[in-house]
């Protein structure tokens, strides 16, 4: 089955990472975030990721057309969101889905209400995927909701639900077209059942800009520009790539890009861990980097079992610890957690991602704020993860040591108070100071089943030996 993986290696990655980013300008802040008339838009554009990098957490939706077949086709049942090209689907049959396509259970309040109750402070939504079906009622082409038994307009119900719970709306788009005329190269299965005669891939290009204007001025601040699909380097430049980016901060300055704007190493399942050369973050898939980097801004975007696109075959789900754990390790190493939930066909979200969400939202309700505004642990080699914050350390414990002692090495300062989140509001742990560092003296018993947070606070920012 042909994957991203297949499409990754691509003989123009060197030259695209030897080409300098250009400056993008402007930033982009929740209005519930910005004081009107407080900030000169030279402090805006200094603050543009601040909003981003203390979210921590958000929500990845992957919902389309291809929802409908529920990852089965011709008797196989292990296919996603990429089912028209790994089943080999022509394109006159995969247009039938059209007629199918009536999601009457998407509700976009639950969807955000779920997600804001969890604690995923943005959600980012598929407004088109590979496929080429858009769920928006575009004014370019015709392969969009508009021409469904649905007919409404997913994009604006979801924009509008968003900050009705204090989530940022944004927007997943593909820059890859399997449907479009003008998009190149074909499928390579394709071959003598679409021609390219005819076929100019510049004037995609303007379909494709066309569209992101629409998403970009239909639907009020948009937090980001999440695009993927940027692999195929024979067509799709670095100067192309440039063009869109400038296209959207052109649009909308306070909107951030991420790195799949254009083909380079901080994509994808192969990312390496660097500062992209063109984009604010970098995109590793389904998998965390082994440790941040300083400076350099990143998201992990990762299933609940293995698919983005609803696979009703698909039930090996991760457990809520293992979310937990995904969350507090990507928050240890200085990144964000995207989390995907894919709905089913009528638009319902299914019941085993709602019970995971649900799980998160208890465990964010206590723990989040050793989450929300963090930083990078300090710390090397520690065998539990930790997230800082100007004047506190959060130490996340999913195993009660049977030492019950917890070793800082290093740090020089002690705290004014140390307590379990969660745990009996009046405990205070005991801490003594030694020349390896602090050690604190746990309570008998954890204080959360999935994974107890020990959190040291200071009167100043604390000091920790190198």
């Known amino acids: 089955?042909?994957?991203?993986?297949?499409?990754?290696?691509?003989?123009?990655?060197?030259?695209?990472?030897?080409?300098?980013?250009?400056?993008?300008?402007?930033?982009?802040?929740?209005?519930?975030?910005r004081a009107p008339g407080s900030a000169s838009s030279a402090t805006l554009?200094?603050?543009?990721?601040?909003?981003?990098?203390?979210?921590?957490?958000?929500?990845?939706?992957?919902?389309?057309?291809?929802?409908?077949?529920?990852?089965?086709?011709?008797?196989?049942?292990?296919?996603?969101?990429?089912?028209?090209?790994?089943?080999?689907?022509?394109?006159?049959?995969?247009?039938?889905?059209?007629?199918?396509?009536?999601?009457?259970?998407?509700?976009?309040?639950?969807?955000?209400?779920?997600?804001?109750?969890?604690?995923m402070r943005y959600l980012v939504i598929t407004t088109k995927h590979h496929d080429g079906f858009a769920l928006w009622p575009s004014r370019q082409g015709d392969f969009n909701v508009s021409r469904t038994p649905y007919r409404r307009d997913l994009m604006r119900a979801v924009a509008d639900a968003c900050r009705r719970h204090g989530v940022v709306p944004c927007w997943y788009h593909s820059i890859m077209?399997?449907?479009?005329?003008?998009?190149?190269?074909?499928?390579?299965?394709?071959?003598?059942?679409?021609?390219?005669?005819?076929?100019?891939?510049?004037?995609?290009?303007?379909?494709?800009?066309?569209?992101?204007e629409e998403l970009l001025t239909q639907y009020g601040d948009i937090g980001v520009m999440w695009f993927d699909g940027e692999w195929e380097g024979e067509t799709w430049t670095y100067a192309r790539g440039a063009a869109l980016a400038e296209h959207v901060h052109r649009l909308a300055p306070r909107t951030l890009i991420n790195s799949r704007v254009v083909g380079q190493a901080t994509n994808g399942l192969e990312a390496k861990l660097s500062r992209p050369s063109l984009g604010d973050f970098g995109t590793p898939e389904q998998k965390v980097p082994d440790r941040g980097l300083p400076g350099v801004d990143w998201e992990s975007c990762i299933t609940m079992n293995n698919n983005w696109g609803y696979n009703r075959a698909d039930n090996n789900w991760k457990s809520l610890s293992t979310l937990v754990g995904l969350l507090t390790e990507t928050a240890s190493k200085g990144g964000n957690l995207l989390l995907n939930v894919g709905p089913k066909g009528d638009g319902s979200i299914p019941a085993e991602s709602v019970?995971?969400?649900?799980?998160?939202?208890?465990?964010?309700?206590?723990?989040?704020?050793?989450?929300?505004?963090?930083?990078?642990?300090?710390?090397?080699?520690?065998?539990?993860?930790?997230?800082?914050?100007?004047?506190?350390?959060?130490?996340?414990l999913p195993a009660w040591p049977a030492s019950r002692e917890l070793l800082l090495p290093g740090l020089r300062t002690p705290p004014q108070r140390t307590r379990m989140?969660?745990?009996?509001?009046?405990?205070?742990?005991?801490?003594?100071?030694?020349?390896?560092?602090?050690?604190?003296?746990?309570?008998?018993?954890?204080?959360d089943p999935v994974c107890s947070v020990v959190t040291l606070e200071f009167?100043?920012?604390?000091?920790?030996?190198?």
């Not at 993986?5 to 300098?20: T, Y």
């Not at 958000?58 to 919902?63: A, I, R």
């Not at 990852?71 to 196989?76: D, I, Q, V």
């Not at 009167?459 to 030996?465: K, L």
Request: charged letters at 25%; glycine letters at 8%.
């Open 1 to 33: 089955m042909m994957k991203r993986r297949d499409f990754v290696h691509s003989s123009a990655q060197a030259a695209l990472l030897s080409l300098a980013a250009p400056t993008l300008a402007g930033a982009f802040a929740p209005e519930a975030a």
């Open 45 to 119: 554009a200094a603050d543009k990721m601040q909003w981003w990098r203390e979210a921590r957490f958000g929500m990845f939706v992957h919902f389309g057309i291809y929802s409908t077949l529920a990852g089965e086709w011709n008797g196989r049942t292990d296919y996603g969101e990429w089912i028209r090209n790994n089943a080999k689907i022509p394109l006159e049959q995969y247009d039938t889905l059209l007629e199918r396509f009536n999601p009457a259970a998407f509700d976009a309040d639950r969807l955000a209400a779920l997600a804001a109750a969890a604690g």
């Open 177 to 212: 077209d399997w449907h479009h005329p003008d998009y190149l190269p074909r499928r390579d299965w394709e071959k003598g059942m679409r021609t390219t005669e005819g076929a100019a891939f510049d004037r995609y290009v303007q379909y494709l800009h066309a569209q992101v």
């Open 355 to 396: 019970e995971r969400l649900e799980g998160l939202a208890r465990w964010m309700k206590t723990h989040g704020e050793a989450i929300h505004g963090t930083q990078a642990s300090p710390f090397e080699g520690l065998a539990f993860r930790v997230t800082r914050s100007a004047r506190r350390i959060n130490c996340f």
């Open 421 to 447: 989140l969660g745990g009996p509001p009046r405990l205070q742990l005991g801490v003594r100071m030694e020349d390896r560092g602090v050690v604190v003296t746990l309570a008998e018993r954890a204080s």
């Open 459 to 466: 009167d100043d920012e604390p000091v920790i030996a190198g």
